[in-house]
């Protein structure tokens, strides 16, 4: 084994061990300029993560996880910005859990988890917000103020998206005014982030709160005795309760068989009807508890029949309610608000009658969930107005279920009219339902300040309520919709991210920031993009996420690789979508993303040059979604002209006509992912068109005449000088192609509808003009800075690399004319590099004549010579130049003899 060898070794096994400690670490700490993160490598269930406070309690049950990052943050140097102290939690008599609590600087340091699934890691982030964020405090706050340009304030464009999405008309955005030249335009202020439309978009209603009352016991654990116990009997007083007592002990030890072979015997030798209740009670509960001992925590329909058929027949009032409340619990897990509905009835007609009024009230409020979840508005009503009941039952619990029955047919207006009735009157805490089910109404109206009012006054009210997921993330929606500070609405998401345990809510309040974070963001970083980390959920999640959420991720999938440019992927996600199976404004809202896909890969192929590609894109796809949104007038112009510079005359004819009778329908305003470059009056496109055809065929005064009319139309349009300046060009006024292109080089912001054919031929015009007049300096100063500019264009570009080849060549000639020694001398490198960079070019016999001239004038005259012989021989060179070389040779030979003859 040679050292070479050896070397390779030992840097493959050191690279090996180093990896190997890497990943021994359990837990590894990133320090950022503006955050802070652990990197704890682990199961996902082995941590909780909890923040109260400026306290963080990490806890676990295993030991030895706590003792692995233990000895990791020992040999980690602490985060005094973030971190104040690190102490470490041992089990006790009460919590087995063993874990570490970290004392953070502020309460203001926040702590942002997520468990990233290909890693199988948690990653927490400790930060402070620039701008601390109370939750409350933020929705709370002034809108953000909108900046509006200044009445002779000159912009390139104001769109759609620098404005509050309710505030921009259907029409779009706001028509800039067009660059002037030598007019000093006041800077734009460019927004951050695209308005919500671009966003996650999709926006569906939420369950209202059903006031209900709370489930009265765990039927998956408990059974009927909960609430009417069985109790030992008095053996001592015959043998019938001896025999009872019998199968009650049987009962305790969960010997169900023999406790039913004890009843049955006990039924045979008595036949004692005193007792049926007590033997149907116990036999229905053993059927319970047996079954729930075996792991089937659903009730057997046995047991169900034989608690029901007491309840018809028992006159013992306490074992009536208990088994009916039991039946009630049941009834009201399966959803069948019906047969609640008619326990809750047998329930409060025994309470009353036994005048057990505070039963009642659970009774009523049972009858109120019931006709509720039935939309029995009326029936609801009559409840309420009953003497008993507006009695024993708050006003507020009515009104909660009078709110969700009117939500849940529909009838926003009324729940919204009812409410405003008592929300004077209404005294604190106002119920949670009331509270959730007006803001929900409020949003359905778009009524969004006051819904934002109303579900912040339920999170502060009733933060520990599950449906405070749902106003957490509405709450952010709503500050997206009213466009409020995104770094606030983040926080928002952020939030509800983390406070919230059901997987659709979670996930909904993801989607909205990875779209807020990564999509609406224009200039996003590398930080941004690693939150989209979020999308990803694994096989059970996909299966429990609902209609609405796949349709937003959907959504917010397509509209990143938009975001990104990566139209040819998104194209391919767009077409494995169900469109079909779409409601008709959700399946708009992606063909209206599709055509701005076919866009961008159409301007893809415009920019290099493709015309081809582009007509193949148009007819390919322009049926399936370009056809179904509004007039895009750009596309439409970005068309015609490459069917102009492939020739194609009759077909260009035929779809100029369609353009035509389209100029007249509104234009496209949303969406617009990809800039236009200009935003063009009506009919403006149409006579561009035509005027470009014009210069194509050489109808030279018909193209000036139409110049003339684009500048009525367009008066300050940045392009008439350019028209100008070609047609004069091709009628060899180059005095006049000079003149009017230097001033449309001086004015023009902006290239506008510009393709790579058009960049050429301006700069083959002006240079050429400059050439043929004479002014050799200014152009060699011209051209050495074009070549500079386009190199990046060529040789991809055949438009660029044919100027770039003229002005290269333009350049040999000017230098080969300069009989300067410098200018001799530049040669020798000039022409091996175009010969180099343009190996098929038509001036190549000509280029290679004069760099054998350059050799004889610097003095290399045997080289020169021998260059001259080899082209005499090379079958490719043209006759006049093989003639002129056979004359350079001969004057070589004269000078040589006359030189001797001296």
């Not at 959920?537 to 990104?564: E, G, H, T, Y």
């Not at 102009?644 to 100029?663: N, V």
């Not at 028209?723 to 449309?744: A, C, M, P, W």
Request: proline share 3%; aromatic share 12%.
């Amino acid at each position: 084994m040679n050292r070479k060898m050896i070397f390779k070794f030992l840097t493959i096994l050191i690279t090996v061990l180093y990896s190997g400690a890497v990943f021994s670490q359990k837990l590894v700490q990133e320090n950022g300029d503006l955050y802070l993160r652990w990197n704890v490598y682990c199961e996902k269930e082995q941590l909780f993560i909890n923040k109260k406070g400026s306290k963080v309690t990490i806890k676990t049950l295993n030991v030895a996880l706590i003792d692995e990052m233990k000895n990791d943050l020992s040999k980690i140097k602490s985060n005094d910005k973030y971190i104040k102290s690190i102490s470490y939690l041992t089990p006790d008599k009460d919590n087995n859990s063993v874990g570490i609590e970290i004392e953070l600087t502020s309460p203001e340091v926040e702590i942002f988890s997520f468990y990233k699934d290909r890693d199988q890691r948690y990653i927490v982030d400790f930060w402070k917000e620039k701008d601390e964020i109370n939750t409350k405090d933020a929705a709370l706050a002034k809108d953000v103020p909108l900046s509006v340009p200044e009445k002779n304030e000159t912009v390139a464009q104001v769109k759609a998206e620098n404005l509050p999405p309710l505030l921009v008309s259907k029409k779009g955005g706001v028509k800039a005014p067009v660059v002037v030249a030598r007019k000093v335009a006041k800077k734009e202020t460019k927004p951050e982030y695209r308005d919500f439309r671009y966003g996650a978009s999709f926006v569906w209603d939420y369950e209202p709160f059903n006031p209900g009352f709370a489930p009265l016991l765990d039927i998956t654990r408990k059974t009927p005795e909960f609430f009417y116990p069985i109790k030992d009997r008095d053996y001592q007083k015959d043998d019938k309760e001896a025999h009872l007592q019998l199968a009650i002990n049987m009962f305790k030890k969960k010997n169900y068989g023999l406790m039913n072979r004890s009843l049955d015997l006990f039924q045979k030798k008595y036949g004692d009807t005193d007792n049926w209740e007590f033997i149907e009670y116990i036999k229905a509960n053993a059927i319970l508890r047996d079954n729930i001992d075996q792991g089937n925590r659903e009730p057997v329909k046995v047991a169900i029949n034989l608690l029901t058929n007491l309840i018809e027949k028992s006159d013992n009032y306490d074992l009536k309610k208990g088994v009916v409340k039991y039946l009630i619990t049941y009834y009201n897990s399966l959803q069948q608000p019906l047969d609640s509905l008619k326990f809750c009835k047998t329930y409060y007609v025994i309470t009353k009658e036994n005048f057990d009024y505070e039963e009642s009230q659970i009774a009523l409020e049972g009858i109120l969930s019931s006709l509720a979840q039935l939309n029995q508005i009326e029936q609801i009503k009559d409840v309420a107005s009953d003497k008993t009941a507006i009695k024993i039952i708050p006003k507020q619990i009515l009104l909660g279920h009078e709110l969700f029955s009117l939500i849940k047919l529909g009838k926003i207006d009324e729940a919204i009219k009812r409410y405003e009735e008592v929300k004077k009157g209404l005294v604190k805490p106002i119920h949670p339902s009331i509270i959730f089910n007006a803001a929900e109404a409020y949003f359905r109206r778009s009524n969004l300040q006051e819904a934002l009012t109303l579900y912040d006054e339920f999170i502060t009210d009733h933060s520990y309520h599950e449906r405070a997921q749902d106003a957490r993330v509405r709450l952010g929606l709503i500050f997206e919709m009213l466009n409020k500070n995104p770094v606030e609405t983040l926080v928002l998401y952020k939030t509800a991210i983390n406070r919230s345990n059901d997987f659709n809510i979670q996930y909904e309040a993801r989607l909205r920031y990875v779209a807020l974070r990564t999509i609406r963001k224009i200039e996003t970083d590398k930080r941004d993009l690693e939150t989209r980390v979020f999308l990803d959920i694994n096989d059970d999640q996909k299966k429990a996420m609902s209609k609405n959420l796949k349709k937003i991720l959907w959504l917010v999938r397509l509209r990143a690789f938009i975001n990104d440019g990566k139209y040819h992927d998104a194209l391919s996600y767009l077409s494995a979508l169900p469109l079909t199976a779409m409601p008709m404004t959700e399946k708009r809202v992606f063909e209206a993303d599709g055509a701005e896909i076919i866009y961008g890969i159409i301007s893809d192929h415009f920019a290099k040059g493709k015309y081809s590609q582009v007509l193949k894109t148009w007819e390919i796809y322009r049926k399936d979604y370009v056809e179904k949104v509004a007039n895009d007038p750009y596309v439409n112009f970005v068309v015609g002209k490459s069917l102009i510079r492939l020739g194609l005359y009759e077909a260009f004819e035929k779809i100029y006509q369609d353009f035509e009778k389209l100029s007249d329908t509104p234009s496209k305003t949303f969406p617009t992912w990809i800039e236009r470059f200009a935003d063009g009056k009506r009919g403006q496109y149409i006579l561009e068109l035509d005027l470009v055809k014009n210069i194509k065929l050489g109808n030279f005064d018909v193209a000036l005449k139409r110049v003339d009319q684009l500048e009525r139309l367009v008066p300050d349009h940045t392009l008439l000088n350019f028209y100008r300046g070609i047609v004069n060009f091709k009628r060899k006024d180059y005095k006049q192609t000079i003149s009017f292109l230097e001033t449309f080089i001086s004015m023009s912001n902006s290239q506008n509808s510009f393709d790579p054919a058009d960049v050429a031929e301006m700069m083959t015009a002006y240079t050429d003009s400059l050439y043929e007049v004479g002014e050799l300096d200014k152009f060699q100063k011209v051209s050495e800075a074009v070549l500079a500019d386009t190199d990046k264009f060529a040789p991809s570009n055949p438009f660029m690399a044919n100027m770039r080849e003229r002005l290269s060549y333009y350049q040999v000639e000017i230098l080969a004319g300069d009989k300067k020694s410098s200018s001799q001398a530049l040669l020798e490198k000039k022409i091996p590099d175009f010969l180099k960079n343009y190996p098929k070019s038509a001036y190549s016999s000509r280029m290679n004549y004069l760099y054998g001239m350059a050799l004889i004038s610097n003095m290399k005259f045997e080289e020169g010579k021998s260059y001259f012989e080899k082209m005499l021989s090379d079958g490719a060179v043209e006759g006049p130049i093989k003639e002129l070389i056979r004359s350079e040779l001969t004057m070589l030979t004269i000078k040589e003899k006359s030189l001797k003859t001296k």
